[in-house]
């Protein structure tokens, strides 16, 4: 549509459409980027923690399926496959010479070897993984309570959190490879679904899922639930383990509360 | 009733039409909708592809977003809905990012941020999405308390007349004189429509979404059908919005876009007269 000074109404206002959108959507890249912003963001996860904290009973379940409902496919994430010198060493064996080491903040620092664990009382339970990505697995997952062996191993009244160290280097080709570990807070860790499983589907968990032990946590999301268990570690505070933020996925932007 | 001049011609007049609280609770809207789809762009993004049920059939998505296979060279981008296949390279599935055609669901232009990073898209989605939810119960209420709601339920007798609006709205005529004083039918079903079906069940699809949400409300995972299916649904309303934004620009910009933005600024509505049969 050219008006008679040969002016291109049309494409002035194409042309400005497009720069605008330009500008808004690199502002909006600056914003994502500004600590500031980052910061004020970052603030909703402690809106979302205490409300679901407060909707969410101590004894509220996450469901449990039927076998029928068990996906053929479960999709292994993160670390699949770990190439750590120790890791490997371990596994060559069996993970004969695996001993999972629960200490910190408790009376009693103890170790169980996988026979050890395999002799406490178990639960099974078939529940639904749901990725941060979005995609959903449901699996049957057999093993420890950690609850169970929380209250072996005692822990002491300042003991708020507790950490799980992996033996997996996770690559990031961004930031550079760094070893997997998590922490729930206590509500979630004394829960009757938390368990530290060592079966899936009724086979002994595989390399893929986490062998020999993994953590679940059915009431958040899949990067929760530290696979290639090591050590647990029961703390006050996560401020001074690695990046600080309580995760390896929190210490690159994820919420450390993984509720929704 | 129409304004009289002196001469006793009908005039244009100005009328209050939009009250304070729903002018600042739609330009909250405004904001906060468009952080949401274009975040909810990037989280989708992570894993563009959607299922029904309570989990990921990996191998039947109801639509997924991707690279062709093989296509390496000179990559394709193509969308499945149920099934069919569609190429649609350079916007979904396939499109530039930096200048290179790379794999990604929706273009680097639609989301939030523009480059991939999923743990930024939830941090502005669920921070506007608590400010969305604020602002609706506070649209809400005070539509319940002031009978704003009222004005949006199409009356019998409108509904019965609802061809010849359609057949109005076709070509272009609009409600003058009194008629324009108040929604027509065709603009309350759009808006009950959103506001009180789609964007409820968006957010309750979203909310379904979360392993802890659906610990405590067991109930809303049988509502939807499953996770899965309600994070299609939860899909499925955000496009319904996207389609109901299109109308509603197209519906501001042809039917006098400066009095339509001053009533949403200032409150304030020019209602031309109607032209009476003998003027033509």
């Known amino acids: 549509m050219r008006d008679k000074q040969g002016f291109d109404r049309r494409g002035f206002l194409k042309r400005v459409f497009v720069l605008g959108g330009t500008l808004l959507l690199a502002g909006c890249d600056q914003l994502s980027s500004s600590d500031w912003f980052r910061r004020m963001l970052f603030r909703a996860e402690t809106l979302t923690r205490t409300t679901q904290r407060a909707i969410l009973g101590p004894n509220d379940m996450a469901r449990e399926y039927t076998e029928a409902d068990i996906s053929p496919d479960?999709?292994?994430?993160?670390?699949?496959?770990?190439?750590?010198?120790?890791?490997?060493?371990?596994?060559?064996?069996?993970?004969?010479?695996?001993?999972?080491k629960v200490g910190g903040l408790v009376e009693r620092p103890m170790e169980w070897s996988l026979a050890d664990l395999r002799a406490l009382p178990s639960r099974t339970q078939i529940t639904r993984h749901d990725c941060v990505e979005g995609w959903s697995c449901i699996g049957k997952w057999k093993g420890v309570p950690l609850k169970t062996l929380l209250d072996q191993v005692g822990l002491k009244p300042e003991a708020r959190y507790i950490v799980f160290y992996c033996a997996d280097t996770l690559d990031q080709t961004l930031a550079g490879g760094a070893k997997y570990y998590e922490s729930l807070g206590l509500p979630d860790a004394e829960h009757a679904q938390t368990i530290l499983a060592y079966e899936m589907n009724g086979q002994t968990l595989p390399v893929a899922h986490g062998a020999p032990l993994r953590l679940r946590v059915e009431r958040q999301l899949g990067y929760k639930m530290a696979k290639y268990v090591m050590r647990i570690e029961a703390v006050a505070d996560y401020a001074d383990i690695d990046g600080g933020k309580g995760g390896f996925w929190e210490d690159r932007g994820y919420e450390w509360y993984a509720g929704i | 009733m129409s304004a009289i001049s002196e001469e006793g011609v009908p005039t244009r007049r100005l009328i209050y039409r939009h009250r304070l609280v729903v002018r600042i609770t739609h330009?909250?809207?405004?904001?906060?909708?468009?952080?949401?789809?274009?975040?909810?762009?990037?989280?989708?993004?992570?894993?563009?592809?959607?299922?029904?049920?309570?989990?990921?059939?990996?191998?039947?998505?109801?639509?997924?977003?991707?690279?062709?296979?093989?296509?390496?060279?000179?990559?394709?981008?193509?969308?499945?809905?149920?099934?069919?296949?569609?190429?649609?390279?350079?916007v979904l599935g396939v499109s530039r990012e930096n200048g290179e055609l790379v794999e990604r669901g929706f273009p680097s232009w639609a989301t939030l941020p523009s480059y991939q990073d999923l743990a930024t898209g939830r941090r502005w989605h669920f921070f506007f999405a608590w400010l969305f939810v604020a602002n609706g119960l506070v649209y809400l209420a005070y539509s319940l308390t002031s009978g704003h709601l009222r004005e949006l339920v199409p009356s019998r007798d409108q509904l019965r007349h609802i061809g010849g609006s359609i057949w109005e709205h076709m070509r272009l005529h609009f409600p003058k004189g009194d008629e324009a004083r108040h929604y027509n039918v065709l603009q309350k079903l759009a808006y009950f429509g959103i506001v009180i079906i789609v964007l409820p069940l968006l957010v309750l699809a979203g909310l379904t979404m979360s392993p802890g949400i659906d610990a405590a409300f067991p109930w809303l995972v049988d509502l939807f059908g499953g996770r899965?299916?309600?994070?299609?649904?939860?899909?499925?309303?955000?496009?319904?919005?996207?389609?109901?934004?299109?109308?509603?620009?197209?519906?501001?910009?042809?039917?006098?876009?400066?009095?339509?933005?001053?009533?949403?600024?200032?409150?304030?509505?020019?209602?031309?007269?109607?032209?009476?049969?003998?003027?033509?």
């Open chain 1, 74 to 100: 479960f999709k292994p994430n993160g670390s699949i496959d770990p190439q750590d010198e120790d890791y490997l060493a371990l596994s060559a064996d069996s993970f004969k010479n695996w001993k999972l």
């Open chain 2, 228 to 280: 899965q299916t309600a994070r299609t649904i939860h899909f499925i309303c955000a496009t319904l919005v996207v389609l109901f934004i299109l109308v509603h620009l197209v519906m501001v910009l042809v039917s006098g876009v400066f009095n339509n933005l001053r009533s949403m600024i200032t409150g304030n509505y020019a209602i031309e007269p109607k032209e009476k049969p003998d003027a033509r």
């Open chain 2, 27 to 90: 330009w909250i809207n405004v904001l906060c909708i468009t952080v949401l789809l274009m975040s909810g762009m990037q989280i989708f993004n992570a894993h563009p592809a959607l299922y029904l049920g309570q989990r990921s059939h990996f191998d039947s998505p109801v639509l997924a977003m991707g690279q062709a296979p093989e296509s390496d060279e000179k990559p394709v981008g193509v969308t499945t809905i149920l099934g069919h296949g569609f190429t649609t390279t350079g």
